[in-house]
C-alpha cells in the first residue's frame, strides 16, 4: 500500500519538475533562434563593407576598428551561445537567458557604433543602420521569449512546490 503512494509523488519528480525549467514553447524558440542567426549571418554580410578609413577623425577611425573588432568577437560568442544551445536536447530558461545576453552585447556594440551618426563616414553610418534596424528586432523578439519562459518555468515551480 505504501508504494501506491510513493507511486504519485515519484511519477511528479520525474516528470513535471525536469520540464518545469524548460523552455515551453520550442517553434517559437526555434523561430527566433532562426532570425537572430540570419541577423547575425546579415551583420557579416555587412561588414566586409565597413571602411574605417572613411571616418571623419583619426579618433574615430580607431574607434571604429576597436568597434569592428569586438562587434565581430561578439557575433562570433552569439552564433556559439545559439548553437550550443540549439544543440541541448532539453534546454531550460536560463540556457535562453545566456544566448540572449550574448546577443544583446552584439546589440550594445551596435549601439555605440550608431551613438556618433556623422563621424563614421555616410556609407558606413547607412550600414551600422542597417545591422542595428534588423538586431533591434530580433533583440526586442528575443526579450519577450525570455521573460514568458521565465514565467512559465516560476508558474511551474509554483505548482510543483504546492503539490
Not at 33 to 58: F, M
Not at 69 to 94: D, F, G, M
Request: hydrophobic letters at 40%; charged letters at 30%.
Amino acid at each position: 500500500m505504501k508504494l501506491r503512494r510513493l507511486f504519485a509523488p515519484f511519477l511528479l519528480f520525474a516528470f513535471v519538475i525536469p520540464l518545469c525549467g524548460q523552455v515551453q514553447s520550442r517553434s517559437e524558440v526555434d523561430s527566433l533562434l532562426e532570425a537572430a542567426n540570419k541577423a547575425l549571418d546579415h551583420y557579416q554580410h555587412l561588414a566586409p563593407s565597413i571602411h574605417c578609413e572613411e571616418a571623419t577623425k583619426t579618433e574615430f577611425r580607431d574607434a571604429c576598428k576597436i568597434g569592428l573588432e569586438t562587434l565581430e568577437e561578439r557575433v562570433q560568442e552569439a552564433k556559439t551561445e545559439i548553437a550550443r544551445y540549439r544543440q541541448n536536447s532539453t534546454p531550460h530558461a536560463v540556457d535562453l537567458f545566456d544566448a540572449y545576453e550574448v546577443f544583446r552585447r552584439v546589440m550594445i556594440e551596435l549601439e555605440a557604433l550608431n551613438s556618433v551618426p556623422d563621424a563614421y563616414g555616410e556609407r558606413n553610418q547607412q550600414l551600422f543602420a542597417e545591422a542595428y534596424n534588423t538586431f533591434v528586432k530580433i533583440t526586442g523578439w528575443f526579450g519577450g521569449v525570455v521573460r514568458d519562459s521565465i514565467r512559465d518555468a516560476e508558474k511551474c515551480s509554483d505548482r510543483v512546490g504546492h503539490t
